[in-house]
């Protein structure tokens, strides 16, 4: 089993919609981070947690909400999605001592 | 601000040629270096990484990189490519262990026969 999970790995919505992205780690790091890629623009970080208590805004935050339910969780949510956050998602927890940071597979999401 | 430059968008190489990607930072201290890379339809793989000791750092797939303070530069080299690296190639920077990673935009890497 992957070490990041994300959840759903695809997903098509309607423009309005409420749509939540989930992701479980088992490498038990603290830290984890939600990034948007783009075509062109490489990844950009949405938002980030240190820990459950810990919630932080990364470049790109408007338009979005996270929710850090335990140390394994964290849930990234559009409330209302709209076509320019079509985009593949990217979850990640990070190591503290060499920085690298995991990747689950990604959650491609398509906004009409 | 830290920032990381990739300035090639997209390379092409024969199969067998050697490779070499840029990457630029811009931040006031030594930072955590690292080179992903994102086959077609797939997550993202780590390389390699440096964050201290030898300049020289051997990564997986017969990859390596060389960090130079004196350029602000961490470029990714390959003696000999083969078609399965057809790939994206990004660098990111860290400014300490455990804080989010700043990528730079992506190199596309073309692989002729």
């Known amino acids: 089993d992957a070490d990041v999970t994300q959840t759903p790995r695809n997903r098509i919505t309607k423009t309005g919609k409420r749509i939540m992205l989930e992701c479980s780690q088992t490498k038990g790091h603290d830290r984890m981070y939600w990034y948007r890629q783009d075509p062109g623009l490489g990844l950009r970080l949405i938002y980030y947690s240190f820990d459950v208590k810990d919630i932080n805004k990364g470049e790109i935050s408007d338009g979005y909400s996270v929710s850090r339910q335990a140390q394994a969780k964290f849930s990234l949510s559009l409330e209302s999605a709209i076509p320019n956050q079509t985009a593949l998602y990217f979850c990640?927890?990070?190591?503290?001592?060499?920085?690298?940071?995991?990747f689950g597979e990604g959650s491609r999401l398509t906004v009409l | 601000a830290q920032s990381v430059t990739q300035p090639d968008i997209h390379i092409t190489v024969s199969e067998g040629a050697s490779l070499e990607l840029r990457c630029n930072y811009s931040?006031?201290?030594?930072?955590?270096l690292f080179w992903y890379v994102q086959s077609p339809g797939q997550g993202l793989q780590l390389l390699l990484k440096y964050f201290s000791g030898d300049t020289l750092v051997q990564g997986i797939k017969g990859f390596e990189a060389e960090f130079k303070r004196s350029q602000s530069s961490f470029n990714l080299r390959k003696p000999s490519v083969h078609w399965s690296d057809a790939a994206e190639y990004f660098c990111a920077v860290g400014v300490q262990a455990g804080t989010a990673l700043i990528f730079g935009k992506g190199t596309t890497l073309s692989v002729s026969s």
């Open positions: 990640a927890t990070s190591d503290l001592v060499t920085g690298e940071l995991f």
């Open positions: 931040y006031g201290a030594t930072p955590y």
